[in-house]
DNA sequence: CTAATCCCGACAAAAAGACTCGGGTATTGT
DNA sequence: ACAATACCCGAGTCTTTTTGTCGGGATTAG
């Protein structure tokens, strides 16, 4: 029941764009080292951000990337769902692969478990917006 | 964010002992067979069951497992954690490591996410018991 | 005794995860 | 124009975890 790091670093990242947020792009050297994260590990993680719509980018020179909205308008859940795909806690509740939860015939009961449990993981990740992550007082949070 | 095949298969054999819970002990070999799980992969998970207290086993000819308490009395929480040991979304979570979460001094606001996360799933799987896997009527289980 | 069964540890194959590498392309400051 | 800075992309590699397999030893009913 891990999450993955690239779903760890990309939370913690995408918090230092909060926090610079209407700062202008911030590279993603910069937020490697403020992080400690590889830099070419972050490569790999920011065109999943930026597919799922959360950034946008700046390529050139004095480049980087900008959230595309605002922070209180970004969930945690929006962030790992975009770098880990859907949660899916059980094989058997992933769309593509369709297999069988037990072999038993009609309603699986064990399966209804493992969707709540779905559910829930996704709730608890949507209820906490990236604003609540950064260490600003409400008042200097860029609307 | 997946559960280990251990944990699933873990849960559906818990489920084929809470069946047949007081009808004898039942080997691995029958439970191998009804829910189509390899049986050298059943011997590797049932000692975690016995070390956590939820089953007890019967050595030798016509021996088997038997759930130690009833399955009203076990969590399906309590399955899951017996063969994958405790929750934990991040490493920084995890007892035995205790790397701190982000390098940030002080308290780190993205590790009370995880903390609750961790304690959102548990909640979930402690919230459904043995008694409710299994297709039998109310009156039908074993007290 | 024999067959069934739990028990245990080591081993192995496969998959996933976590990066690394080597380039390519767009943009900007000088 | 040119070099420096970034984003961009796909392949490759190393490690760890997962998912088993294998062989045999201990225990008990019949």
């Not at 590279?27 to 799922?52: C, V, W």
Request: hydrophobic fraction near 40%; proline fraction near 5%; charge should be neutral.
């Amino acid at each position: 029941m891990r999450l993955s790091a690239k779903a760890e670093y990309g939370v913690r990242a995408m918090a230092v764009l909060a926090f610079y947020y209407r700062g202008g792009p911030v590279s993603l050297r910069a937020i490697a080292e403020q992080e400690e994260i590889s830099l070419k590990f972050l490569e790999q993680i920011f065109p999943d951000l930026r597919r799922a719509g959360l950034i946008h980018s700046v390529r050139g020179s004095r480049g980087g990337y900008m959230l595309s909205r605002s922070p209180g308008n970004i969930k945690v859940g929006d962030i790992v769902r975009a770098v880990e795909g859907p949660i899916t806690p059980v094989s058997c509740l992933s769309e593509s692969g369709e297999e069988p939860c037990c072999h038993r015939k009609g309603d699986c009961l064990t399966r209804q478990v493992w969707e709540k449990l779905r559910d829930r993981i996704n709730d608890v990740l949507d209820e906490v917006f990236l604003s609540e992550l950064i260490d600003l007082k409400p008042a200097e949070i860029l609307k």
